[in-house]
């Protein structure tokens, strides 16, 4: 059974290059590794082929790197920059609004997985744990939390990782649907979360 990535990873991970050259070549190589993907899978990925695609010698890949799981993990974490810049922007939990918001939320994620083929095998290769600690759970949880104040705080958390369950079935569905098909899909899924949010934040408190 392949390696896969994990929180453990992060242990060995190379600090972020400081100098506008440095991150342009660390950019410059995670491009490289995201074009690999639409060829071979997560768990076939070497630093040879990454050094080929991208016109890099080898060692330059761990001076950014620490192993090529630190690097599709990085990878994974800049696809979902965006989501997290999302979430920050569109507040899911503003009660006043939240259907709204959560309208943009899967519009960002549709835009996201068609911009990025291979975030459906980097999403079932990377080992992101429990969820518990990661920016994006933080995000939503405090947004929740903001917009339910009169649960205890467990109860949020669970509402939490409900919601970010209900996301990741989704997106691991779509990763194995045939692109035509994916649209209808992600309407079936926000039909799907919108209701469960209703249930608490259409309740009066």
């Given amino acids: 059974m392949p390696s896969r990535p994990s929180r453990s990873t992060e242990a060995l991970r190379k600090p972020p290059p400081k100098q506008a050259r440095s991150a342009a070549k660390r950019a410059a190589i995670l491009d490289a590794t995201e ?8 768990a076939d990925i070497t630093t040879r082929l990454i050094a080929e695609a991208g016109g890099v010698p080898i060692g330059s890949i761990y001076r950014y790197f620490a ?10 974490e ?3 920059a965006g989501t997290v810049e999302a979430l920050q922007d569109n507040k899911i939990g503003d009660e006043r609004d939240w259907r709204r918001h959560l309208d943009l939320t899967f519009d960002h994620l549709r835009t996201m997985h068609d911009a990025h083929p291979a975030y459906g095998a980097l ?5 992101l744990g429990d969820r518990k600690e990661d920016e994006i759970t933080q995000l939503l949880g405090a947004l929740l939390h903001r917009s339910l104040p009169h649960l205890e705080t467990s109860h949020v958390r669970e509402i939490t990782q409900t919601v970010l369950a209900l996301f990741d079935g989704v997106e691991r569905r779509l990763y ?10 992600f309407e079936q899924a926000r039909i799907a979360v ?7 934040l259409d309740t009066p408190s």
């Fill in 35 to 42: 074009s690999l993907l639409g060829e071979h899978a997560p």
């Fill in 67 to 76: 192993n090529v799981d630190d690097l599709l993990l990085s990878l994974f």
């Fill in 78 to 80: 800049r696809m979902n």
């Fill in 123 to 127: 999403m079932i290769h990377v080992d």
């Fill in 176 to 185: 194995r649907l045939p692109t035509s098909d994916r649209p209808a899909a």
């Fill in 194 to 200: 919108a209701a469960y949010l209703a249930h608490y």
